[in-house]
């Protein structure tokens, strides 16, 4: 299976920037795709931002020009930059990797999330 750590999750005033990382670990195996996700307390977890690995991305229009994704293949972390936080996105950050896992005689796709991570904004 494939592992993820997050972190950068954090404490900040209104204004401030984050950056969250998500670094993916495991055996033989190629990432698809990669996207943040968050979940404020009673409400449903929402999609904020998606990549490919080739770099086509897709954020929620409520980021769009605050917030960054971006992957770096070689170290299969996916980050988030967060510019200009808000209090109301107060909330916990998942990460979600897809991908395939290589097999001897073929592969199986995975979906994995990670552990998530708290982001606090203060006003």
């Known amino acids: 299976q494939v592992q993820l750590v997050e972190s950068g999750g954090g404490l900040v005033q209104a204004g401030e920037s984050l950056r969250l990382s998500c670094a993916a670990s495991?055996?033989?195996?190629?990432?698809?795709?990669m996207a943040w996700y968050r979940q404020s307390p009673g409400k449903q977890r929402e999609l904020v931002a998606t990549?490919?690995?080739?770099?086509?991305?897709n954020y929620i229009d409520s980021v769009k020009g605050r917030f960054t994704i971006s992957i770096d293949v070689t170290k299969n972390t996916a980050y988030l930059q967060m510019n200009n936080l808000q209090p109301e996105e107060t909330a916990v950050y998942y990460c979600?990797?897809?991908?395939?896992?290589?097999?001897?005689?073929?592969?199986?796709?995975?979906?994995?999330w990670g552990q998530g991570t708290q982001v606090t904004v203060s006003s």
């Open positions: 990549s490919t690995v080739g770099g086509r991305t």
């Open positions: 495991g055996s033989s195996f190629s990432i698809y795709d």
């Open positions: 979600n990797v897809k991908g395939a896992l290589w097999r001897v005689g073929g592969s199986e796709r995975f979906d994995s």
